[in-house]
């Protein structure tokens, strides 16, 4: 387990010394969950378009539910490993950009897990009708995850298992509101 934990340290301090002082306010950006609430509205809008108001209100409430799910997971995970955030790690002053900071522990990324809960929600109700969008969703929810190694909040590994567990999450709520919205239609 401790060369896992090495190969991560090596693998975030080479991603993290990749940035540049010019770019840190552009990832500080990408990292804000507020910027991202213009394609929220364009994903409401995809699928009520689809799928009509009585149905994008059953959704709401599973995205609500699946988002909320993955948060308290991953707080639930913070608090239970108790893994150091990068920018809390005192071996790794002086050797990483710091461009941000959270709370003490960061395994796992929330961010990661709730963009890619989005991406496989969406994914899954929007597949059939946009052959793109899965490239785009998973490739968004990539780049928003990245942007906490950048910042120095997280370790690749931190950002992997939250992309993993909020990509099965999605998945399992999508799941549970296709069958609602097929079963109340």
């Known amino acids: 387990m401790e060369e896992i934990i090495q190969e991560d340290r090596s693998l975030f301090l080479f991603l993290n010394n990749l940035g ?9 950006l990408i990292s804000d969950k507020w910027i991202w609430i213009p394609l929220y509205l364009v994903f409401m809008v995809l699928l009520y378009k689809n799928y009509g108001w009585k149905s994008l209100l059953y959704i709401l409430v599973f995205i609500g539910l699946g988002l909320t799910a993955s ?55 929007m597949r059939k009708k946009y052959g793109w969008f899965p490239l785009f969703l998973f490739f968004w929810a990539a780049i928003v995850s990245y942007s906490r190694i950048y910042l120095g909040v997280h370790y690749p590994l931190d950002v992997v298992m939250g992309a993993a567990v909020g990509f099965l999450l999605g998945g399992f709520f999508a799941t549970l509101s296709l069958k609602v919205i097929h079963r109340k239609v």
């Open 20 to 28: 540049d002082p010019a770019f840190d306010r552009f990832w500080m």
């Open 71 to 125: 948060d308290q997971i991953a707080g639930i995970f913070k608090m239970g490993i108790e893994r150091l955030r990068p920018c809390h790690e005192p071996t790794l002053d002086g050797i990483m950009r710091e461009v941000d900071c959270g709370g003490n522990f960061g395994f796992y990324s929330a961010h990661a897990s709730n963009t890619f809960f989005i991406a496989s929600f969406m994914t899954m109700l």
